[in-house]
């Protein structure tokens, strides 16, 4: 009878170290880390791809608002121009001279605004670069419009036109610079998340906004006033 009861325990013994050998959920701690790994990949990349999409957008926007003061700027300043060319028909040669850099500069700005005429959804930010239609190149161009009006040799005019020039050409200022700052805002904003992404990252949301690629960075406002060329 001992003997029996012996060699049961030594057979549940047995059976017990082959069931622990055997025991395939031994396996498992290893299992959820590389799971939980896999899904922390996927979100990093749909966030940065996410991000870069509005960061995008935002770029988009702000070229968009910047276009608008623009816009608004010159009309007021071609309206003013007008007003103030009436009184410089006597002295013809400075006039020629004003209204020549005045033209010039016009001319850059107008053909750069013709590049705004889609939906702010649609516009190429690359290609707007490659066309200098960019904020920093319009600006420029504006600075220069409000220049030859100010610093340009004209005939003396009167008190009432000079009062109406100075503040016109202190609110255009005033509105391309505040412009400026929030373009150079989601410039900054772009330039750190499209830095930041992978390279597949840029060409799928490239594909995905149908634009033909996202530029490496984009330039800042710096209100330089140098003409356009």
């Keep these: 009878m ?9 057979l549940l013994v047995v059976m017990s170290l082959a069931l622990t050998a ?5 396996a498992l701690p290893s299992g959820p880390k590389v799971i939980e790994t896999g899904k922390e990949v996927v979100t990093g990349v749909l966030g940065s791809y996410n991000d870069l999409i509005a960061k995008y957008q935002g770029a988009q926007k702000s070229a968009s608002d910047f ?3 623009v816009d608004t700027s010159l009309g007021k300043l071609d309206r003013l121009e007008k007003q103030v060319s009436t009184y410089l028909a006597a002295d013809v040669e400075k ?4 209204r020549q850099a005045y033209n010039n500069a016009k001319s850059d700005v107008e053909k750069a605004q013709q590049n705004y005429s889609g939906s702010t959804e649609s516009l190429d930010l690359a ?3 490659k066309k200098n239609a960019l904020p920093d190149t319009m600006g420029g161009g504006l600075t220069v419009m409000v220049n030859s009006l100010t610093e340009a040799p004209l005939a003396p005019v009167s008190e009432k036109v000079q009062l109406s020039l100075m503040d016109t050409t202190n609110e255009s200022f005033n509105s391309i610079q505040a412009c400026g700052v929030d373009w150079n805002s989601s410039v900054e904003a772009y330039n750190v998340t499209r ?3 992978s390279g597949d990252v840029v060409g799928r949301v490239a594909e995905a906004l149908k634009v033909t690629t996202l530029p490496q960075t984009l330039p800042y406002f710096k209100g330089s006033g140098r003409a356009i060329k």
Excluded: G, R
């Design 67 to 69: 276009s608008l003061c």
């Design 127 to 129: 290609e707007l670069q």
């Design 22 to 26: 055997c025991n395939p959920f031994n």
């Design 2 to 10: 001992k003997k029996n009861f012996a060699h049961a325990m030594m």
């Design 95 to 98: 006039t020629k001279a004003y």
């Design 195 to 197: 830095n930041q992404a």
